[in-house]
């Protein structure tokens, strides 16, 4: 089940180098040697699934200049918390293709705004469409590897994202268990109720607090802690077939930002057992979210992305999630890994 080598996973594309969530910065993952790209899913008005971090889009595109759209403001509770501002779901495709996506962290990728307002919002089918004439290309399978974004919220309002998604992927010849295809969710339930419906890989996303949204809903007591225990990576191992981690569950970071230590004078860092774990239950280990910048890095790594990776790669971890797949792949292709 586990590959020669990690897999890499663009994370919303290259997003290092464009803004995220755009055919472009998907075409750049691409070039740059990723094996999957990641599209976040939400859904519009008509029922169509396209690609935002959040299904509220303010941050990421540039609705808020757009005065015909001024009376679709409003605030909504979305799993839990208030929020203000544009929501997909208020908007047809039509609609949405009038908009513009724009950097979302401009402060830390302040190349990245260059683009803003040039890049249209892609569906999934048009994500697609990108993937399967670049492969051909380039002759190499790229896979895609979509989030269900709030599933049990989008559920609520009539806009379930499942069936869609599992309908536009079948027309597109994505079927069984080796297809190039992860698809994700921080949910338990639609994953669970997906496996009975696809034989597509599955991965359930674990976080280092709180717990899963639907566990909320349905007055579960349990929470992400739970799920990583090897009871829980066995229950997991049910409907899914890999785990999509948080990096601290893996490797924990102390008060001040630094990799958990064996001891005070010890320099080897103290990884916990979940990969053991998660390999023992049948489970595939992916971990999130490899990025470049200083404010993103452990203290130990400032200045040295590659060793972060070094690190990872060297605990036997099946995939990771990058901002910048060219420097996962030039690490990768190297063969410069150390083992730990």
């Given amino acids: 089940m586990q590959n020669a080598f990690p897999i890499i996973i663009a994370h919303r594309g290259a997003s290092g180098y464009r803004p995220e969530h755009t055919l472009a910065a998907y075409e750049l993952a691409i070039a740059l040697g990723a094996d999957y790209i990641e599209p976040d899913l939400v859904s519009t008005k008509d029922g169509v699934l396209i690609a935002r971090h959040e299904n509220e889009i303010s941050e990421t595109t540039d609705v808020a200049s757009h005065a015909e759209f001024s009376h679709l403001q409003t605030t909504k509770i979305i799993d839990g918390e208030s929020k203000t501002g544009w929501f997909t779901e208020d908007f047809t495709l039509r609609e949405i293709k009038t908009l513009r996506a724009k950097e979302r962290i401009p402060q830390v990728r302040s190349q990245n705004t260059a683009y803003d307002g040039l890049l249209e919002i892609p569906t999934l089918q048009e994500i697609i469409d990108l993937v399967k004439v670049k492969s051909g290309k380039i002759n190499r399978e790229i896979g895609i590897y979509p989030e269900t974004k709030h599933p049990t919220y989008f559920?609520?309002?009539?806009?379930?994202?499942?069936?869609?998604?599992?309908?536009?992927?079948?027309?597109?010849?994505?079927?069984?268990?080796?297809?190039?295809?992860?698809?994700?969710?921080?949910?338990?339930?639609?994953?669970?109720?997906?496996?009975?419906?696809?034989?597509?890989?599955?991965?359930?996303?674990?976080?280092?607090?709180?717990?899963?949204?639907?566990?909320?809903?349905?007055?579960?007591?349990?929470?992400?802690?739970?799920?990583?225990?090897?009871?829980?990576?066995?229950?997991?191992?049910?409907?899914?077939?890999?785990?999509?981690?948080?990096?601290?569950?893996?490797?924990?970071?102390?008060?001040?930002?630094?990799l958990r230590r064996r001891g005070a004078a010890c320099r080897q860092i103290s990884p916990t057992s979940l990969v053991i774990d998660a390999h023992a239950a049948g489970l595939l280990v992916h971990v999130w979210t490899f990025r470049n910048e200083d404010c993103f890095l452990p203290l130990d790594f400032q200045g040295n992305p590659q060793g972060e990776y070094e690190l990872f790669f060297s605990l036997g971890v099946d995939g990771v999630f990058s901002d910048y797949p060219d420097t996962a792949t030039t690490l990768l292709l190297s063969g410069n890994l150390v083992e730990e």
């Fill in 155 to 258: 559920q609520s309002i009539g806009l379930a994202l499942e069936p869609p998604l599992l309908a536009t992927l079948t027309a597109n010849g994505y079927q069984g268990a080796n297809a190039p295809v992860f698809i994700q969710s921080f949910e338990v339930g639609n994953l669970q109720d997906l496996s009975t419906k696809t034989d597509l890989p599955l991965v359930q996303l674990l976080n280092d607090t709180g717990k899963p949204y639907d566990f909320i809903v349905n007055g579960c007591n349990r929470n992400y802690a739970d799920l990583v225990t090897p009871s829980g990576l066995a229950e997991i191992a049910k409907y899914a077939q890999a785990i999509g981690i948080h990096k601290n569950l893996l490797v924990p970071r102390d008060s001040n930002g630094k």
